[in-house]
């Protein structure tokens, strides 16, 4: 019967009835996406321990192995019949398949696929709440709207289908879908948080404050950079965003004139003001968290009057260092923060005075790096970034910690080069998304836990190139005849000295460089307005630094030479009489 079967097959002859499924299509195409497991260290050995000390517990010495099952593994290697299942020995085979498999079971992180579109570090992720859509921004002043079930089968297919920039020659900071998925936020360099539909259309531009109100609860928007945003859990229309003008202001989606609430941050540092680099909110929207560059960590309730904050820790992370995130767990009693003094961090509401657990140094370069909690809120997931070794540039990876105890409990390298900045674990298709210094985003998921998302790349089959799929272009043979007559001529492909010098100047043509960060801007821009620079200019008026007496005797010797004002009266003008001091001391 094989011999028929395997003689049918080879004619061509279907073998069975009804539409055949591609299995074998999509397992080849998840086995090529399977990820190739780098050598490197233990994972407690790649990282130094923090000292102890009384920012809280030691975390020192490497962590501690979980229990081992001697009795599963000795079992499975003695020889002869197994023994009849019971409830115990089924306790212990499933306690052993999940020790034995952690990575798989409990990390989607043995595939991945590539998303490459940006041409500088990915600096904010994000996925609406169904994970079809992933949003991200960029240095490179870029947003890029992805679609899974848009886009085609395999890696170089993967391509955004929209792409624009939010605020012209501006960085990308912060990116969040609303709890609804239908609209989003974006913050750049700017002054002014920007609303967008899902699609991508442009709904609103909030307003901007008077930069010349000293005090912020009187101006109708912020007066300093916009640093990051947060949308509220359980209200559709409301947000907040935080700026390095020492507020967090509570916005109304709908109303784009003026914000709800302003929250001022005061500061012990002179001046009484600080930049507060992130934000956040609670699950329940009850509390709302924000972290400052002065080194605190503060905590409002969002029911209340704001003129304090009702939870404060102080040198929470290193002051002068940016913290990159702030995160609540789904009970609201637990928050981390991820800072760029190379510390992840774990507190307590109930006490919040000094940190439960810290992490070991884990190396920063981007102030925009995160840390999240998995969905089921066991471990933390953030990024290590890639420092310079003796042989070259080393490897940078995900870090996966413990919430106990925040020990390290896998890492997973990336290539030479790579550091992860964004990192977006999405509950409903478990799948983890990072937005790399390289441009671009690396998708880790596993094909038997996670759902959709990547897994519908690969099922779709890479279509065949045909005849129709060419452009007219492509199909007519192109010939060159430079000493041709003008009316012969084909111009389309002729580039004018105009054309040429208005593409040198396009920085994305190019590729040029980002400039340095130098002087008092950022990026070689200096931030000063119009009205700055005609009141630098202006004649400065010195009379009120002279003295009069001298400045009217100056003019006494012109006054007599050539007397134009004074020559009516000069023939009967007295001449002046003044007292002597030096007579009436002799007088006395």
Same mark, same amino acid.
């Given at each position: 019967?094989?011999e ?26 998840f ?5 190739e ?10 990282l ?13 010495g490497p ?11 000795e079992d ?6 197994s023994?009849p299942?019971q ?5 212990e ?5 999940d ?8 990390f ?5 696929l590539?998303?490459?579109d940006?041409?500088?570090?990915v ?6 709440? %169904?994970?079809?859509?992933v ?12 679609d ?7 890696t170089g297919?993967?391509?955004p ?17 609303s709890a ?6 974006v913050?750049?360099?700017?002054l ?9 259309e ?21 007066v300093g950079e916009? $640093? ?14 935080? %700026? ?33 680099t ?19 960590l503060?905590?409002?309730? %969002?029911?209340?009057?704001?003129v304090?904050?009702?939870h404060?820790?102080?040198?929470a ?6 913290v990159?995130?702030?995160a609540f ?27 439960i657990? $810290? ?18 809120e066991?471990?933390?997931i953030t ?13 940078g ?12 409990e ?15 674990w ?11 210094s390289?441009?671009s985003?690396r ?32 199909l ?21 000295k ?14 040029k ?11 070689g821009?200096v931030?000063?307005s119009?009205?700055?620079?005609v ?6 008026d010195?009379?009120?630094d002279?003295?009069p007496?001298?400045a ?8 007599d030479?050539?007397?134009?004002w004074t020559?009516?009266?000069?023939a ?9 001091p030096?007579?009436?001391e002799?007088?006395?």
């Amino acid at each position: 019967m094989s011999e028929d079967a395997d003689m049918w097959a080879a004619m061509g002859m279907p073998m069975t009835f009804g539409k055949q499924k591609k299995s074998k299509t999509v397992q080849r195409n998840f086995d090529q996406s399977r990820r190739e497991e780098e050598p490197s260290l233990p994972a407690t050995s790649k990282l130094p321990p923090v000292p102890s000390g009384p920012s809280g517990p030691s975390t020192s010495g490497p962590s501690q192995p979980p229990p081992a099952v001697p009795s599963a593994t000795e079992d499975s290697d003695e020889p002869g019949p197994s023994a009849p299942p019971q409830a115990e020995d089924e306790d212990e085979d499933s306690d052993f398949a999940d020790e034995e498999e952690p990575a798989e079971s409990l990390f989607p992180i043995s595939h991945e696929l590539l998303l490459q579109d940006h041409t500088k570090v990915v600096s904010a992720l994000t996925l609406d709440p %169904s994970g079809a859509r992933v949003l991200s921004g960029s240095y490179d002043y870029d947003c890029k709207l992805w679609d899974f079930g848009g886009m085609g089968g395999g890696t170089g297919e993967a391509k955004p289908f929209k792409s624009w920039e939010p605020a012209g020659s501006y960085s990308i900071h912060d990116l969040k879908f609303s709890a609804g998925g239908d609209q989003f936020l974006v913050v750049s360099g700017t002054l002014q948080p920007k609303l967008y539909n899902r699609d991508g259309e442009e709904l609103a531009t909030y307003v901007k404050g008077d930069m010349y109100i000293r005090d912020m609860r009187h101006t109708a928007g912020h007066v300093g950079e916009v $640093t990051a945003c947060a949308w509220h859990p359980k209200e559709v229309n409301t947000f907040i965003t935080s %700026s390095n003008d020492s507020t967090i202001r509570i916005w109304d989606a709908e109303n784009k004139r003026k914000q709800k609430t302003v929250i001022v941050v005061k500061s012990k540092e002179r001046g009484a003001r600080t930049k507060v680099t992130t934000c956040a909110f609670s699950h329940d929207g009850k509390l709302i968290a924000g972290a400052c560059l002065d080194g605190t960590l503060n905590i409002w309730g %969002s029911n209340s009057n704001f003129v304090r904050p009702s939870h404060t820790a102080e040198n929470a992370h290193e002051k002068g260092k940016e913290v990159g995130s702030v995160a609540f767990s789904v009970d609201g009693h637990t928050v981390v923060s991820r800072g760029m003094d190379e510390y992840t961090k774990l507190w307590d509401v109930r006490s919040f005075r000094k940190p439960i657990f $810290t992490s070991p140094k884990i190396m920063t370069l981007y102030p925009e790096t995160n840390a999240v909690f998995s969905p089921d809120e066991k471990y933390i997931i953030t990024g290590s970034a890639a420092g310079r070794t003796e042989g070259g540039m080393g490897r940078g990876g995900l870090v996966f910690l413990r919430r106990d105890g925040l020990d390290v409990e896998k890492s997973v390298d990336f290539a030479p080069g790579e550091s992860p900045v964004r990192v977006v674990w999405h509950p409903k298709i478990n799948q983890i998304l990072c937005g790399l210094s390289t441009g671009s985003i690396r998708l880790l998921y596993s094909p038997t836990t996670s759902l959709n998302g990547a897994k519908l790349l690969l099922n779709k089959s890479r279509k065949k190139a045909t005849i129709e799929s060419y452009s007219d272009s492509m199909l007519q043979p192109h010939i060159i005849t430079p000493h041709a007559l003008p009316m012969f001529r084909d111009d389309l492909d002729r580039m004018t000295k105009r054309k040429r010098e208005k593409e040198r100047d396009d920085p994305r043509k190019t590729r040029k460089p980002m400039p340095p960060l130098h002087g008092p801007g950022k990026g070689g821009r200096v931030g000063a307005s119009a009205t700055q620079h005609v009141v630098q200019n202006l004649v400065r008026d010195s009379t009120r630094d002279e003295d009069p007496r001298e400045a009217l005797l100056k003019y006494a010797n012109l006054a007599d030479s050539d007397p134009k004002w004074t020559g009516a009266w000069r023939a009967n003008q007295p001449n002046p009489v003044f007292q002597n001091p030096e007579e009436e001391e002799e007088e006395e």
